[in-house]
Protein backbone atom coordinates (compact mmCIF):
# COMPACT_ATOMS: atom_id res chain seq x y z
CA UNK A 1 0.00 0.00 0.00
CA UNK A 2 1.45 3.44 -0.91
CA UNK A 3 1.05 6.36 1.44
CA UNK A 4 0.91 9.81 0.14
CA UNK A 5 1.25 13.25 2.03
CA UNK A 6 -2.38 13.62 1.06
CA UNK A 7 -5.36 12.10 3.54
CA UNK A 8 -7.18 9.45 2.21
CA UNK A 9 -10.81 10.29 1.78
CA UNK A 10 -13.53 7.47 1.16
CA UNK A 11 -16.87 7.86 -0.67
CA UNK A 12 -18.90 10.74 1.37
CA UNK A 13 -22.04 8.42 0.41
CA UNK A 14 -20.62 5.15 1.56
CA UNK A 15 -19.69 6.59 4.59
CA UNK A 16 -22.80 8.54 5.57
CA UNK A 17 -25.39 5.62 4.83
CA UNK A 18 -22.56 2.83 6.19
CA UNK A 19 -23.73 3.82 10.06
CA UNK A 20 -26.38 5.27 12.61
CA UNK A 21 -25.24 8.69 13.70
CA UNK A 22 -23.46 9.15 17.07
CA UNK A 23 -25.42 9.21 20.09
CA UNK A 24 -25.67 12.83 22.19
CA UNK A 25 -24.21 11.81 25.21
CA UNK A 26 -21.79 9.34 26.27
CA UNK A 27 -19.68 8.56 29.52
CA UNK A 28 -16.19 8.32 29.26
CA UNK A 29 -16.17 5.56 32.07
CA UNK A 30 -19.40 3.52 30.76
CA UNK A 31 -18.10 1.39 28.35
CA UNK A 32 -16.65 -1.89 29.36
CA UNK A 33 -13.03 -2.75 28.30
CA UNK A 34 -12.54 -4.98 25.61
CA UNK A 35 -10.77 -8.76 25.91
CA UNK A 36 -7.58 -7.52 23.17
CA UNK A 37 -4.43 -9.55 23.62
CA UNK A 38 -1.87 -7.49 24.37
CA UNK A 39 2.01 -8.99 24.47
CA UNK A 40 3.78 -7.68 27.28
CA UNK A 41 4.39 -3.99 28.10
CA UNK A 42 6.95 -3.16 29.66
CA UNK A 43 7.89 0.13 32.05
CA UNK A 44 8.29 2.77 30.09
CA UNK A 45 6.54 1.99 27.07
CA UNK A 46 6.27 3.71 23.66
CA UNK A 47 3.04 3.98 21.97
CA UNK A 48 2.64 3.73 17.92
CA UNK A 49 -0.51 4.20 15.83
CA UNK A 50 0.48 1.43 13.02
CA UNK A 51 -2.93 3.63 11.03
CA UNK A 52 -2.38 1.46 7.94
CA UNK A 53 -2.23 -2.09 9.36
CA UNK A 54 -5.07 -1.02 12.43
CA UNK A 55 -2.89 -1.70 15.18
CA UNK A 56 -0.80 -0.55 17.72
CA UNK A 57 2.97 -1.25 18.89
CA UNK A 58 4.19 -1.24 21.89
CA UNK A 59 8.50 -0.34 22.16
CA UNK A 60 10.60 -0.82 25.81
CA UNK A 61 11.36 2.97 25.74
CA UNK A 62 15.13 1.92 27.44
CA UNK A 63 15.67 -1.38 24.85
CA UNK A 64 14.20 0.06 22.07
CA UNK A 65 12.71 -3.02 21.06
CA UNK A 66 9.50 -4.19 19.95
CA UNK A 67 7.61 -5.82 22.75
CA UNK A 68 4.11 -5.92 21.81
CA UNK A 69 1.36 -5.76 19.55
CA UNK A 70 -2.31 -4.76 20.19
CA UNK A 71 -5.15 -4.34 17.15
CA UNK A 72 -7.62 -1.23 17.19
CA UNK A 73 -10.25 0.04 14.87
CA UNK A 74 -9.35 1.33 11.39
CA UNK A 75 -7.04 3.59 10.48
CA UNK A 76 -5.40 5.17 14.24
CA UNK A 77 -4.16 8.19 13.40
CA UNK A 78 -3.91 10.55 16.36
CA UNK A 79 -3.60 10.51 20.43
CA UNK A 80 -3.44 12.08 23.06
CA UNK A 81 -3.46 11.98 27.06
CA UNK A 82 -6.64 12.69 29.35
CA UNK A 83 -6.24 16.01 31.21
CA UNK A 84 -6.22 13.90 34.40
CA UNK A 85 -3.09 11.90 33.10
CA UNK A 86 -4.77 8.91 33.66
CA UNK A 87 -5.61 7.72 29.98
CA UNK A 88 -4.23 7.78 26.55
CA UNK A 89 -7.18 8.37 23.89
CA UNK A 90 -6.49 6.81 20.59
CA UNK A 91 -8.84 7.40 18.12
CA UNK A 92 -9.91 4.93 15.52
CA UNK A 93 -11.26 7.86 12.46
CA UNK A 94 -12.88 5.09 10.20
CA UNK A 95 -13.98 2.51 13.19
CA UNK A 96 -15.85 5.24 14.69
CA UNK A 97 -14.28 4.77 17.94
CA UNK A 98 -11.80 5.89 21.02
CA UNK A 99 -9.60 4.08 22.87
CA UNK A 100 -8.44 4.22 26.32
CA UNK A 101 -5.12 3.47 27.31
CA UNK A 102 -2.92 2.99 30.37
CA UNK A 103 -0.56 5.81 29.40
CA UNK A 104 2.76 3.64 31.03
CA UNK A 105 1.85 0.27 29.80
CA UNK A 106 -0.46 0.40 26.58
CA UNK A 107 -2.78 -1.72 28.33
CA UNK A 108 -6.41 -1.39 27.26
CA UNK A 109 -9.03 0.38 29.87
CA UNK A 110 -12.05 0.64 27.76
CA UNK A 111 -13.46 1.89 24.80
CA UNK A 112 -16.11 4.99 23.60
CA UNK A 113 -18.02 3.62 20.44
CA UNK A 114 -20.84 5.88 18.25
CA UNK A 115 -18.33 8.97 17.99
CA UNK A 116 -18.01 10.43 14.61
CA UNK A 117 -14.55 9.86 12.77
CA UNK A 118 -12.38 11.09 15.11
CA UNK A 119 -9.29 12.12 13.06
CA UNK A 120 -8.18 14.63 15.63
CA UNK A 121 -8.96 15.31 18.90
CA UNK A 122 -7.98 17.53 22.22
CA UNK A 123 -8.94 18.59 25.34
CA UNK A 124 -8.91 22.89 25.85
CA UNK A 125 -6.59 23.95 28.30
CA UNK A 126 -9.63 24.52 30.93
CA UNK A 127 -10.64 21.12 30.60
CA UNK A 128 -14.00 22.22 29.84
CA UNK A 129 -14.52 21.34 25.99
CA UNK A 130 -13.58 18.63 24.00
CA UNK A 131 -13.17 18.62 20.24
CA UNK A 132 -12.77 16.20 16.87
CA UNK A 133 -12.21 17.45 13.99
CA UNK A 134 -14.00 15.00 11.63
CA UNK A 135 -11.69 14.86 8.30
CA UNK A 136 -13.75 12.71 5.87
CA UNK A 137 -17.13 14.72 7.02
CA UNK A 138 -15.43 18.29 6.42
CA UNK A 139 -17.08 18.80 10.24
CA UNK A 140 -15.81 19.94 13.52
CA UNK A 141 -17.62 18.32 16.51
CA UNK A 142 -17.61 20.33 19.99
CA UNK A 143 -18.47 18.39 23.28
CA UNK A 144 -18.70 19.56 26.70
CA UNK A 145 -16.29 18.30 29.19
CA UNK A 146 -17.12 17.70 33.07
CA UNK A 147 -13.97 15.71 33.75
CA UNK A 148 -15.92 12.33 33.35
CA UNK A 149 -18.69 12.94 30.80
CA UNK A 150 -18.79 14.55 27.33
CA UNK A 151 -21.59 15.92 25.90
CA UNK A 152 -22.47 17.00 22.31
CA UNK A 153 -22.51 20.76 22.13
CA UNK A 154 -22.77 20.98 18.53
CA UNK A 155 -21.34 20.06 15.17
CA UNK A 156 -19.76 22.24 12.84
CA UNK A 157 -19.35 21.55 8.95
CA UNK A 158 -16.17 23.13 7.70
CA UNK A 159 -15.26 22.11 4.07
CA UNK A 160 -12.73 20.78 3.01
CA UNK A 161 -10.54 18.31 5.65
CA UNK A 162 -10.16 19.52 8.80
CA UNK A 163 -7.40 17.48 10.16
CA UNK A 164 -5.22 19.19 12.98
CA UNK A 165 -6.03 21.38 16.14
CA UNK A 166 -4.82 23.60 19.00
CA UNK A 167 -6.10 26.21 21.36
CA UNK A 168 -5.83 30.12 22.63
CA UNK A 169 -5.08 29.66 25.94
CA UNK A 170 -7.66 31.53 27.31
CA UNK A 171 -9.74 28.26 25.40
CA UNK A 172 -12.01 30.96 24.00
CA UNK A 173 -10.54 29.86 20.51
CA UNK A 174 -9.88 26.84 18.64
CA UNK A 175 -8.16 26.82 16.02
CA UNK A 176 -8.54 24.29 12.85
CA UNK A 177 -6.27 23.76 10.25
CA UNK A 178 -8.47 22.65 6.57
CA UNK A 179 -6.42 20.91 4.18
CA UNK A 180 -7.91 20.59 0.93
CA UNK A 181 -9.37 24.23 0.90
CA UNK A 182 -6.13 25.67 2.45
CA UNK A 183 -7.70 27.95 4.67
CA UNK A 184 -7.28 27.97 8.91
CA UNK A 185 -10.76 28.71 10.70
CA UNK A 186 -11.10 29.47 14.14
CA UNK A 187 -14.37 28.95 16.24
CA UNK A 188 -15.89 30.43 19.44
CA UNK A 189 -16.22 27.84 21.69
CA UNK A 190 -18.67 29.79 23.97
CA UNK A 191 -21.07 30.53 21.34
CA UNK A 192 -19.57 26.63 19.45
CA UNK A 193 -19.68 29.34 16.20
CA UNK A 194 -17.25 29.99 13.07
CA UNK A 195 -15.84 33.20 13.78
CA UNK A 196 -13.31 33.50 10.89
CA UNK A 197 -11.77 31.87 8.33
CA UNK A 198 -9.02 32.92 6.27
CA UNK A 199 -6.47 31.03 3.39
CA UNK A 200 -2.85 30.20 4.29
CA UNK A 201 -1.49 27.89 1.29
CA UNK A 202 -1.50 24.93 0.43
CA UNK A 203 -2.24 21.58 2.56
CA UNK A 204 -2.22 23.16 6.20
CA UNK A 205 -1.38 20.89 8.45
CA UNK A 206 -0.13 20.91 12.34
CA UNK A 207 -0.53 24.00 14.67
CA UNK A 208 1.66 25.40 17.47
CA UNK A 209 1.05 28.41 19.21
CA UNK A 210 3.50 30.49 19.96
CA UNK A 211 4.08 31.49 24.07
CA UNK A 212 1.96 34.73 24.45
CA UNK A 213 -0.45 33.55 22.13
CA UNK A 214 1.62 35.92 19.99
CA UNK A 215 1.51 33.75 16.60
CA UNK A 216 0.41 30.69 14.99
CA UNK A 217 2.73 28.28 12.94
CA UNK A 218 1.28 26.46 10.34
CA UNK A 219 3.00 23.62 9.03
CA UNK A 220 2.16 23.72 5.18
CA UNK A 221 2.74 20.51 3.99
CA UNK A 222 1.20 21.19 0.26
CA UNK A 223 4.62 23.49 0.00
CA UNK A 224 7.87 23.83 1.94
CA UNK A 225 7.53 26.68 4.88
CA UNK A 226 6.40 27.44 7.87
CA UNK A 227 3.43 29.92 7.78
CA UNK A 228 3.48 32.60 10.67
CA UNK A 229 -0.01 33.55 11.51
CA UNK A 230 -1.13 36.44 13.31
CA UNK A 231 -4.29 35.39 14.66
CA UNK A 232 -5.85 38.36 15.58
CA UNK A 233 -5.39 40.21 12.43
CA UNK A 234 -5.90 37.32 10.21
CA UNK A 235 -2.59 37.73 8.50
CA UNK A 236 0.54 35.47 7.38
CA UNK A 237 2.83 37.90 8.37
CA UNK A 238 5.99 35.53 7.50
CA UNK A 239 7.12 32.25 6.01
CA UNK A 240 9.68 30.34 7.33
CA UNK A 241 11.54 28.02 4.74
CA UNK A 242 11.84 24.49 6.44
CA UNK A 243 11.87 21.43 3.82
CA UNK A 244 9.01 20.27 1.58
CA UNK A 245 6.16 18.89 3.46
CA UNK A 246 6.36 20.90 6.13
CA UNK A 247 4.02 18.96 8.69
CA UNK A 248 3.95 18.45 12.13
CA UNK A 249 5.18 20.14 15.41
CA UNK A 250 6.88 19.39 18.82
CA UNK A 251 8.43 21.16 21.44
CA UNK A 252 11.53 21.03 22.15
CA UNK A 253 10.83 22.01 25.55
CA UNK A 254 13.68 24.23 25.78
CA UNK A 255 11.63 27.64 26.37
CA UNK A 256 12.96 28.40 22.66
CA UNK A 257 12.99 25.78 19.81
CA UNK A 258 10.28 23.57 18.36
CA UNK A 259 10.69 21.08 15.62
CA UNK A 260 8.67 20.16 12.23
CA UNK A 261 8.31 17.47 10.16
CA UNK A 262 9.11 18.04 6.41
CA UNK A 263 7.30 14.93 5.76
CA UNK A 264 8.20 14.84 1.76
CA UNK A 265 11.65 15.97 2.24
CA UNK A 266 12.40 13.43 5.13
CA UNK A 267 14.23 16.45 7.09
CA UNK A 268 13.33 17.94 10.63
CA UNK A 269 13.99 21.20 11.03
CA UNK A 270 15.07 23.35 14.10
CA UNK A 271 12.94 26.76 14.61
CA UNK A 272 13.39 29.27 17.26
CA UNK A 273 10.29 30.99 17.58
CA UNK A 274 11.65 33.89 19.37
CA UNK A 275 13.01 34.87 16.10
CA UNK A 276 10.70 33.38 13.79
CA UNK A 277 13.78 31.54 11.99
CA UNK A 278 14.87 28.09 10.92
CA UNK A 279 18.57 27.50 13.16
CA UNK A 280 19.09 23.95 11.87
CA UNK A 281 18.05 20.99 10.03
CA UNK A 282 18.15 17.42 10.86
CA UNK A 283 18.71 15.20 7.76
CA UNK A 284 19.88 11.75 7.27
CA UNK A 285 16.37 10.25 8.19
CA UNK A 286 14.21 7.92 6.50
CA UNK A 287 11.05 8.52 4.29
CA UNK A 288 7.94 10.44 5.47
CA UNK A 289 8.90 11.99 9.35
CA UNK A 290 5.74 12.94 11.03
CA UNK A 291 4.83 13.04 14.63
CA UNK A 292 7.40 13.62 17.01
CA UNK A 293 7.89 12.67 21.35
CA UNK A 294 10.80 13.73 23.15
CA UNK A 295 12.43 12.19 26.36
CA UNK A 296 12.72 13.68 29.31
CA UNK A 297 16.00 14.53 29.56
CA UNK A 298 15.15 16.29 26.20
CA UNK A 299 18.56 14.46 24.63
CA UNK A 300 16.37 11.76 22.04
CA UNK A 301 13.23 12.96 19.46
CA UNK A 302 11.46 9.80 18.52
CA UNK A 303 10.00 10.00 15.05
CA UNK A 304 7.58 8.20 13.15
CA UNK A 305 8.16 7.35 9.70
CA UNK A 306 5.15 7.08 7.84
CA UNK A 307 6.38 6.17 4.59
CA UNK A 308 9.16 3.71 6.30
CA UNK A 309 7.25 1.33 8.61
CA UNK A 310 9.49 2.45 11.16
CA UNK A 311 10.14 4.67 13.98
CA UNK A 312 13.24 6.53 14.71
CA UNK A 313 15.24 7.70 17.74
CA UNK A 314 17.77 11.03 16.95
CA UNK A 315 20.37 12.36 19.30
CA UNK A 316 19.48 16.09 19.41
CA UNK A 317 23.06 17.17 20.47
CA UNK A 318 24.44 15.35 17.34
CA UNK A 319 21.34 15.80 15.25
CA UNK A 320 21.94 12.58 14.44
CA UNK A 321 19.71 9.56 13.60
CA UNK A 322 20.89 6.84 16.03
CA UNK A 323 18.34 3.99 15.79
CA UNK A 324 15.66 2.87 13.64
CA UNK A 325 12.68 0.36 14.90
CA UNK A 326 10.22 -1.65 12.48
CA UNK A 327 7.04 -1.29 13.07
CA UNK A 328 3.83 -1.63 10.96
CA UNK A 329 1.89 0.11 7.98
CA UNK A 330 2.09 4.03 7.86
CA UNK A 331 2.91 4.48 11.68
CA UNK A 332 1.55 8.15 12.86
CA UNK A 333 0.91 9.05 16.40
CA UNK A 334 3.57 8.19 18.98
CA UNK A 335 2.98 8.79 22.91
CA UNK A 336 5.00 7.66 26.19
CA UNK A 337 4.50 9.01 29.56
CA UNK A 338 8.17 9.86 30.50
CA UNK A 339 8.68 12.48 28.24
CA UNK A 340 9.40 16.22 28.37
CA UNK A 341 6.56 18.46 28.59
CA UNK A 342 4.91 19.63 25.59
CA UNK A 343 4.76 23.73 26.79
CA UNK A 344 1.43 24.28 24.01
CA UNK A 345 -2.36 23.60 23.98
CA UNK A 346 -1.41 21.78 20.65
CA UNK A 347 -3.09 18.05 21.15
CA UNK A 348 -0.10 16.11 19.43
Known amino acids: MVFSSKPFRPSRLSWLTSRARAVATFSLLASAPLALPVSSAHAGTVIVLDSGAAQ??????????????????????????????????????????????????????????????????????????????????????????????????????????PSHMTFSSDSKTVFVTLQDSGELAAIDLATQSVKWRMPVGKTPAGLWMTPGDKYLLVGMT???????????????????????????????????????????QSTISIIDYETLTKVADITGLMPGPDDMELSADRRYLWVTFRFARHVGVIDLPSRKLVDTIAVNRSPHGIYFADRAPVLSPNPD
Do not use: C
Not at 64 to 90: A, F
Not at 107 to 133: C, H, N
Not at 233 to 261: E, Y
Open 56 to 161: LSLIDQATRKVVGTMPTGKEPHHLMITPDKRSLIVANSVSNSLMFLDPGTGKLQRQVTDIDDPYQLGFSPDRKWFVTAALRLDRVDLYHYDGENITVARRIPLART
Open 222 to 264: GEDDVAVVDWRAQKVVKRIQTGRGAHNFRSLSDGRHIAVSNRV
